[in-house]
């Protein structure tokens, strides 16, 4: 498991994990059929109000008209392992 | 005849005849170098230091030895105990070491979700005492097609204790411990904290864990379930913003609880933090960490401050490029052959948009990058309004680069995401043993002292205030289930691996101490909210000349004492 490379902004062409959350002029299901227009793949409502969905970066910048954007971001495990001795 | 052991090695109780062979520890002059007494085959001594022997030897020798003019002693080793032993007596979840547990609760009725690195099933902490399996279900999201498994699949596929590389399996080792130590079933004498619940297994990618803790209360569903995530990162604004971390609090609720490690960064320079008054101007170095995997140093770090301040920021690269951060609403770029570097400024960030924002990202084009671009950079803040006047920044995580030396560089306020949430209970780490067994000999660390908050363990309040963690749990170390071929195993200094068990420290630890006793507590009040939860600990919590006033950054409300949130219910 590689946890290193975390630059995540992706490059034009290529997809990231991002959050949405609709505006007040949007609902969830609106939302979706919008993110399914502009190639979005993996949407999926995961409350009222969070979509979770794959895009490009062209994508990203489009939703920001229509709901908040967030990009996800990779964690790391909090472990030990003798990292600390 | 027979002699019984006592003050030698093996078992208490255990007969020993006078040929057996024990572990001892010499202490002797340099005299006994000239005097040592020839052996039999079977027999061996190797010399520590000039005055310490460790030595197998019989009886009869042991014996001999021990009247010698040259000796000072002679010491049996002490048989370390292979599991949770101070640890379960540290949440008074035993009052002795080998004692009966103090509560009738095992989490019999009870989900426990695990998001983590993977999951070896062929541990029998995962099973029952019959050998099934005591996983609901398990979903893969390191496999594209993110499969999901029954526990019919897991039972096929896992065929046994030969094929440690079943669905979900754990290269790692991670997330085989963190399951093991919240609801392990009793194995070689230690057991998890809640032994009878069953599990919800994610292994994850890290970064679409907000899916992960979905599918895990879908799953659930109307069960009481506490999903674990020993995991985080420090991307991100630190008070409870971020979309996973609201998203935890509209899927929390009675009987859905979710824990987060504190994180492992106190003393990793990752933060800053300090109040400007108008006109100050502070410069804090930093420098970019080279990965240990080979690959391109990166780093990234993020400025935060409120909106009703007004602040300059200016990046300064080892080569004395100066890169202006714009205005709000605006990213600057600078690039050479051997690196790129982008400085964005957001307004509008932050809990209810009221916080302004300065990310920067700094990505060395190659691997092979001399020192030279890695060290010697630096942010340079002037504050024009002051009205709040407070910047907090941190870097991405530990291990990308550090800040510093400045007197901004805080350890408080190093509590990760999505520990600072306000959907979750973050879990601090304090000290439960410093010695253990493992396949490299007996292991001490000397630098710690039990009863102490970890010096690892990151510490709050959150950047908007807020008093997290909210408890501490034993984090170091803690001996539990080792994945089988995992990298762990490979630790000589930590695992124990014909045992199948392995000790490592971390607020992913203590995180699953907590999770596990959740699972009690939801045993007895299946309804039970977050917020219920928290209150039933921070009121039966540990105090004592470690942690004194609580509520504090490092400790939370207290040490956990399972017992007594489980009595105060």
């Given at each position: 498991m590689n946890l290193r490379p975390v630059k995540q902004e992706p490059p034009e062409d290529d997809s990231v994990a991002a959050m949405f959350s609709p505006n007040k002029d949007k609902t969830d299901d609106e939302i979706v059929e919008w993110l399914k227009l502009h190639n979005a793949t993996d949407v999926e409502v995961l409350a009222e109000g969070f979509i979770s969905a794959c895009a490009c970066t062209a994508t990203l910048k489009a939703a920001e008209e229509v709901a908040s954007v967030e990009i996800k971001r990779q964690k790391m495990p909090r472990r030990g392992a003798g990292r600390r001795r | 005849m027979a002699v019984r052991?006592?003050?030698?090695?093996?078992?208490?109780?255990e007969v020993v005849q006078k040929d057996h062979l024990v572990s001892v520890i010499v202490s002797a002059s340099s005299k006994f170098d000239n005097e040592v007494p020839d052996l039999a085959d079977a027999e061996s001594m190797e010399q520590l230091s000039d005055s310490i022997y460790s030595a197998q030897i019989t009886l009869t020798s042991a014996s001999k030895i021990s009247k010698m003019s040259s000796v000072r002693s002679v010491q049996t080793k002490k048989k370390k105990l292979l599991h949770l032993d101070r640890a379960s007596m540290g949440i008074e979840l035993?009052?002795?070491?080998?004692?009966?547990?103090?509560?009738?609760?095992?989490?019999?009725?009870v989900l426990i979700g695990i998001i983590d690195?993977?999951?070896?099933?062929?541990?029998?902490?995962?099973?029952?005492?019959?050998?099934?399996?005591?996983?609901k279900a398990l979903l893969d999201q390191t496999q594209a097609s993110n499969p999901e498994f029954t526990t019919s699949q897991l039972e096929k596929q896992w065929t046994?204790?030969?094929?440690?590389?079943?669905?979900?399996?754990?290269?790692?080792g991670h997330g085989t411990h963190v399951a093991t130590i919240a609801g392990g079933t009793k194995f070689k004498g230690f057991e998890g904290v809640a032994r009878d619940a069953k599990f919800l297994l994610v292994k994850t990618d890290f970064i679409n864990t907000d899916k992960a803790v979905s599918w895990i209360f879908k799953q659930a569903g109307s069960t009481p379930c506490v999903i674990n995530m020993s995991l985080g990162h420090h991307w991100g604004a630190h008070d409870g913003s971020e979309q996973e971390e609201r998203l935890h609090e509209t899927l929390t609720g009675p009987g859905k609880i979710i824990v987060v490690s504190a994180g492992n960064e106190r003393s990793d320079h990752i933060h800053i933090g300090g109040r400007f008054v108008k006109n100050q101007v502070e410069s804090v170095p930093f420098r970019i960490l080279r990965p240990q995997d080979g690959s391109a140093p990166f780093v990234a770090f993020t400025l935060w401050y409120n909106e009703l301040d007004e602040f300059d920021f200016e990046l300064t690269t080892p080569t004395g490029d100066v890169l202006d951060v714009p205005n709000p609403g605006s990213a600057a770029n600078f690039s050479s052959s051997q690196l790129d570097v982008e400085a964005a400024h957001v307004s509008g960030s932050g809990a209810d948009g009221t916080s302004g924002k300065v990310q920067v990202t700094i990505e060395l084009n190659s691997s092979s990058a001399p020192n030279s671009l890695l060290n010697g950079w630096s942010i340079k803040m002037r504050c024009e309004t002051a009205i709040i006047g407070r910047v907090d920044g941190w870097l991405n995580n530990s291990g990308f680069g550090e800040f510093g030396p400045h007197p901004f560089v805080e350890e408080t306020r190093t509590l990760g995401l999505p520990a600072s949430g306000n959907g979750c209970i973050s879990v601090a780490s304090h000290v439960s043993r410093n010695s253990w067994d493992s396949d490299a000999g007996d292991q001490e660390d000397t630098t710690i002292l039990p009863g102490r908050t970890s010096p690892f363990s990151s510490q709050g309040p959150t950047r908007d205030g807020r008093q997290k963690p909210e408890i501490s749990a034993p984090g170091q170390y803690l001996v539990a289930g080792l994945a089988r071929n995992s990298s762990l195993a490979s630790v000589q200094e930590r695992a124990l691996e014909s045992r199948r068990l392995v000790a490592i420290e971390g607020t992913s630890m203590s995180a699953p101490m907590v999770t596990g006793a959740i699972a009690l507590l939801l045993q007895k009040?299946?309804?039970?909210?977050r917020q219920q939860a928290i209150d039933a600990m921070q009121a039966s919590a540990i105090t004592d000349g470690h942690t004194g006033?609580?509520?504090?950054?490092?400790?939370g409300h207290g040490k956990l004492d399972v017992k007594a949130a489980i009595d105060s219910l």
């Open positions: - | 052991s006592a003050g030698f090695a093996g078992p208490v109780h035993r009052s002795t070491v080998s004692g009966p547990r103090q509560v009738s609760e095992t989490g019999k009725g690195t993977g999951f070896d099933l062929s541990h029998p902490m995962f099973r029952t005492d019959a050998g099934k399996l005591r996983v046994g204790v030969a094929n440690p590389d079943g669905p979900g399996s754990d290269a790692d009040k299946p309804g039970l909210t006033p609580v509520w504090n950054p490092a400790y």
